[in-house]
């Protein structure tokens, strides 16, 4: 990942307004800054959610609380708890994820 054009800045997260995503079952809630040639996001998935759509955009995912399933479409299937994260670049393994009691991540793109 280069990030360009992103001067130094900080970003207070409980000042940020929340947009509401829904899945095929529950609601992605984000809190996204954008910038430069990133996009950086605090995700809530509520219990039950299933992403509704194959992602294959790359990202550096970090599961902040809960645990989160993500799938990739060649089948595999990982499970990330509080502590874990992923990193996938654009195009090579699309993937969807889906929670079943919850899960707060921090996302960069």
């Known amino acids: 990942m280069k990030i360009e054009n992103v001067p130094f800045c900080?970003?207070?997260?409980s000042a940020v307004s929340q947009t509401v995503?829904?899945?095929?079952t529950g609601e992605a809630i984000w809190k996204t800054f954008e910038m430069?040639?990133?996009?950086?996001?605090?995700?809530?998935?509520t219990p039950g959610y299933l992403a509704d759509h194959w992602c294959s955009r790359g990202h550096v995912l970090l599961v902040l609380e809960g645990e989160l399933v993500t799938e990739l479409s060649d089948g595999r299937s990982f499970v990330?708890?509080?502590?874990?994260?992923?990193q996938v670049?654009?195009?090579?393994n699309p993937h969807r994820s889906h929670t079943k009691n919850g899960a707060k991540l921090f996302i960069v793109d």
């Open 80 to 86: 990330l708890t509080a502590g874990m994260s992923y």
């Open 10 to 13: 900080t970003v207070d997260w």
């Open 36 to 45: 430069g040639n990133i996009r950086v996001r605090m995700v809530e998935y």
């Open 21 to 24: 995503h829904p899945g095929v």
């Open 89 to 92: 670049s654009d195009e090579l």
